[in-house]
């Protein structure tokens, strides 16, 4: 079946670092890639996706992309920030049918003045 | 704000105890979702309803019941609840339920088990 595997965290970085959390997926087909965010006392909000190979979703200083050829979607940003202190989530969605979208375990990010 | 609403915001209770949970979605989205987050379980997803039907199960549990009505808001019903019931309970809506759809999640219902 579909998963997804994302690097353990918690990650604690000090402000303005440069930000890496790895995923990985196994799916069959060519599903679409999300990664979702969590921030303290909240629900989980969209922060970008890619729905084909190649693709490249940004929003908000991160970015992440489709690889097809080793299957990954690693987040990354340039510079990050205390307010980006939350939890990370990818997760997939299978193409064809009403199937459901599988997420990772997420990812705790600490960033540190 | 996602749109999405969920009620109650925090839920205490005992074992053996039943509850519902409500959501209603954005407006005009037809599929609801409904999650557990748990600390040692993360985030698991129980059932998916579109336009009123059941679309996806997940993890749910049979002492756990779902439904979608007419209006489109959604009720998650738990019943002969445990102490590891407890937990983060999280609606999600999207426009129409396919897997490329982006899901917007309500602020969540905490519910404690006592």
């Known amino acids: 079946g579909d998963s997804v595997t994302q690097m353990e965290g918690p990650v604690t970085l000090s402000e303005e670092a440069f930000l890496t959390i790895n995923c990985t997926y196994t799916a069959t087909g060519y599903p679409s890639l999300f990664w979702y965010v969590q921030y303290p006392g909240e629900g989980l909000q969209l922060l970008l996706k890619a729905t084909k190979a190649d693709d490249k979703g940004s929003n908000k200083g991160f970015e992440a992309t489709y690889r097809k050829e080793t299957t990954s979607f690693h987040l990354e940003k340039g510079s990050v920030q205390v307010s980006d202190s939350a939890v990370y989530f990818c997760a997939l969605g299978s193409r064809g049918g009403y199937q459901k979208v599988t997420f990772g375990t997420g990812t705790k990010l600490q960033v540190i003045p | 704000d996602s749109g999405v609403t969920q009620t109650p915001k925090h839920l205490i209770t005992a074992t053996g105890q039943r509850v519902t949970l409500r959501c209603s979605p954005r407006s005009g989205d037809l599929s609801v979702y409904w999650y557990q987050q748990s600390l040692d379980q993360g985030l698991q997803f129980l059932i998916q309803?579109?336009?009123?039907?059941?679309?996806a199960k997940g993890n749910i549990l049979e002492r756990f019941s779902a439904q979608q009505f007419p209006d489109l808001h959604s009720e998650l019903n738990l019943s002969s609840l445990e102490l590891g019931d407890s937990a983060l309970y999280f609606c999600a809506s999207s426009l129409s339920g396919g897997n490329s759809d982006t899901q917007y999640f309500g602020p969540g219902t905490r519910l404690t088990v006592l």
């Open positions: 309803y579109y336009n009123g039907e059941e679309r």
